[in-house]
């Protein structure tokens, strides 16, 4: 006897969804697309001008004064795109902080096909999220945030947005790892193979009971587009932010007020430990853990009733609990355990402050351009930034020109590109990046992670440190 199942049956049969169709039709009202306008500075650069009696006088003025009436340097309209979710009936969206930032103006599209405007409640672009208003006259459809951190490597999820401008659109993928670290310090990155384009930022990703277990933010990608390999910022991450944005309209962040270091093997061989938990001070600046009595030399291994398995892990420890909060901090000193008892402070009120050692003298000048990996980089200047159209709050390093036979032009990079951070670490100048690529070297690592900004959207590449 021959048995024929249908399609439906035998997806059920291998623990497959049959369909997302019922899914996506129950989830696609919460989903916006965003579009945002910004007002750039008009050119301040050269404009064509010609020689005085040069026979093209005429035709470059003429060309100038059509497309510009004779104001080279009236301000203009730029416009992006993006994607975000309803959180609440009363209008409360999420969606990335890079698809909003610098915006004059926010409209936000809803799948039913009507437009509201939209007002910014704040910003975190440590986690790149960003959270947004809108008024509306009936209860919204919204969606509930999940729990990230039961989301398996293999789950089924589901990416929502509006890739390339296409307007609302769904893919499907699984999660293919979990905990991904890239570029912040408080990552918690969901990594999927669920198609995510330009557009994509700020959409949710869906877990198969409708909720959202993630905000797509990036892709590593050799060309711009989508690879499957996507990234997105954990859930449980975001609602924390979303949380304080509500309430304060900013982050507000735990500091313990040290400087630390994972416990290598040497190190804790060195130090007669028994493994390498924990984290090792490396100095006690002014601040909570100082007048608390934290040393130089001591190993974190508890805090506020949890243990350190490393030094990312107390960073999001501490970044997560509240401000002001007296917790006990157990170390190994010398061998013995000291509890010591310490209220924090406040991160966001630390960074900025900026230290006497940052101000670089004004006599040190960077240098106009430099050859690193491949690319022609300068230092983001004004003129440049109204070329391109980039906000003030977009920093990082101008690509003028890329080899075309280098690994950099293989991978997608081009004129145009800025690279905002590089081995984890914001870049601000030459000198930065060719920090970075030292602290490669040095550590023995043979490629260098950048993160490449281009009409504000960002994506990672990997570059070979010998590719030049």
């Known amino acids: 006897m021959i048995l024929i199942l249908s399609t439906s049956l035998m997806a059920a049969a291998q623990g497959l969804p049959s369909s997302f169709a019922e899914l996506a039709e129950r989830i696609s009202p919460s989903v916006v697309n965003i579009t945002t306008s910004t007002t750039v500075a008009g050119r301040t650069g050269p404009q064509g001008i010609v020689p005085e009696g040069s026979p093209f006088e005429d035709f470059f003025r003429e060309f100038q004064d059509r497309n510009g009436n004779g104001e080279g340097e009236r301000p203009r309209k730029s416009s992006a795109l993006g994607s975000g979710f309803v959180i609440s009936e009363d209008g409360y969206v999420v969606t990335n902080n890079h698809v909003i930032e610098g915006a004059d103006e926010i409209q936000i599209e809803f799948f039913e096909g009507f437009e509201l405007p939209a007002t910014l409640v704040g910003t975190d672009p440590n986690t790149d999220i960003a959270?947004?208003?809108?008024?509306?006259?009936?209860?919204?459809?919204?969606?509930?945030?999940?729990?990230?951190?039961?989301?398996?490597?293999?789950?089924?999820?589901?990416?929502?947005?509006?890739?390339?401008?296409?307007?609302?659109?769904?893919?499907?993928?699984?999660?293919?790892?979990?905990?991904?670290?890239?570029?912040?310090?408080?990552?918690?990155?969901?990594?999927?193979?669920?198609?995510?384009?330009?557009?994509?930022?700020?959409?949710?990703?869906?877990?198969?009971?409708?909720?959202?277990?993630?905000?797509?933010?990036?892709?590593?990608?050799?060309?711009?587009?989508s690879i499957g390999i996507g990234f997105s910022m954990a859930s449980n991450v975001v609602k924390r932010v979303v949380n304080q944005l509500k309430e304060f309209g900013e982050t507000r962040r735990g500091w313990l007020g040290v400087r630390i270091q994972d416990v290598t093997d040497d190190v804790a061989e060195a130090m007669g430990l028994a493994n390498t938990a924990g984290a090792l001070v490396t100095d006690v600046p002014e601040g909570p853990a100082m007048e608390s009595g934290m040393q130089s030399g001591d190993v974190i291994l508890s805090f506020d009733g949890n243990d350190v398995a490393d030094t990312r892990g107390l960073v999001r420890q501490v970044g997560n609990t509240e401000v002001g909060k007296t917790v006990r901090v157990i170390v190994n000193r010398a061998g013995k355990t000291e509890t010591l008892r310490i209220t924090l402070g406040r991160r966001e009120e630390v960074e900025s402050a900026v230290p006497a050692s940052q101000v670089q003298p004004e006599d040190e000048e960077e240098p106009a351009e430099v050859v690193l990996l491949g690319l022609t980089l300068a230092p983001l200047s004004t003129e440049m930034r109204d070329q391109m159209q980039l906000p003030e709050s977009i920093k990082g390093l101008a690509v003028t020109a890329v080899d075309e036979t280098s690994e950099a032009f293989e991978k997608g990079l081009r004129t145009g590109d800025v690279i905002t951070e590089a081995g984890q670490s914001a870049v601000l100048s030459v000198s930065d990046l060719q920090d970075r690529i030292d602290e490669a070297e040095e550590a023995g690592r043979k490629s260098l992670l950048l993160l490449v900004r281009r009409g504000g959207d960002p994506r990672f590449v990997a570059l070979s440190l010998h590719s030049e």
Request: glycine share 14%.
């Open 131 to 225: 959270l947004l208003k809108v008024d509306a006259e009936e209860p919204l459809k919204f969606v509930n945030f999940g729990d990230s951190n039961v989301a398996r490597v293999g789950d089924w999820v589901v990416a929502m947005g509006n890739p390339l401008g296409q307007g609302f659109s769904v893919s499907a993928g699984i999660v293919s790892a979990r905990n991904r670290a890239l570029s912040g310090t408080y990552d918690d990155y969901i990594q999927t193979d669920a198609a995510i384009n330009r557009g994509n930022s700020g959409g949710p990703l869906f877990n198969m009971n409708g909720e959202v277990i993630g905000v797509n933010t990036a892709i590593l990608s050799p060309n711009g587009g």
